[in-house]
T-cell receptor, first 113, second 111 residues
């Protein structure tokens, strides 16, 4: 009963490096999304996907890339890390529909120095 | 653009008290509102989802209300316990699949 699994939990990057945050869910959910959480700003949507092969931008997509090749996986790529991307990142998944419950991963703490 | 506000940002109450957390939103054309709980260092856990056609939704000691016309929702916690200490966030949908979150209320229950 894994739910939504994110890796890594903690990561330190140097400015300019690239990396991928992994997200996997085992609930056969169509909808997956990535948020970042910053103090005083709440959670902001980065990218989302409504199914395999379909992705779209959220509120703060710049500097991030996503793909959805399978229903289960939704990786988030930082193309060239910047200190402004220091944040906590959350992956979420749900079925579609207006009464759905949304499940969150436990977060990935990223520091860019 | 939808804006969601939660005031106060932090709240401390003695154990056993009943309390109310507030959530305000600017665009009343929503079809539901969700309340989440976040423990330190953890992800969010969905507590209650209240549909726009409902006025209240209950789960155990939690009761959420929704007044679309005034752009407000409240989360009522009865007989608070130290285990209720956490950050509580509300969220409303924009588009079909996206959520706008409030910044949360950090609740501390004092034993």
């Amino acid at each position: 009963n894994a739910g939504v699994t994110q890796t890594p939990k903690f990561q330190v990057l140097k400015t300019g490096q690239s990396m991928t945050l992994q997200c996997a869910q085992d609930m056969n959910h169509e909808y997956m999304s990535w948020y970042r959480q910053d103090p005083g700003m709440g959670l902001r949507l980065i990218h989302y996907s409504v199914g395999a092969g379909i992705t779209d931008q959220g509120e703060v997509p710049n500097g991030y890339n996503v793909s959805r090749s399978t229903t289960e996986d939704f990786p988030l790529r930082l193309l060239s890390a910047a200190p402004s991307q220091t944040s906590v990142y959350f992956c979420a998944s749900s079925s579609t529909g207006r009464s759905r419950t949304i499940y969150f991963g436990e977060g990935s703490w990223l520091t860019v120095v | 653009k939808q804006e969601v506000t939660q005031i106060p940002a932090a709240l401390s109450v003695p154990e056993g008290e009943n309390l109310v957390l507030n959530c305000s939103f600017t665009d009343s054309a929503i079809y539901n509102l969700q309340w989440f709980r976040q423990d330190p260092g953890k992800g969010l856990t969905s507590l209650l989802l209240i549909q726009s056609s409902q006025r209240e939704q209950t789960s155990g000691r939690l009761n959420a209300s929704l007044d679309k016309s005034s752009g407000r929702s409240t989360l009522y916690i009865a007989a608070s316990q130290p285990g209720d200490s956490a950050t509580y966030l509300c969220a409303v949908p924009f588009g079909n699949e996206k959520l706008t979150f409030g910044t949360g209320t950090r609740l501390t229950i004092i034993p």
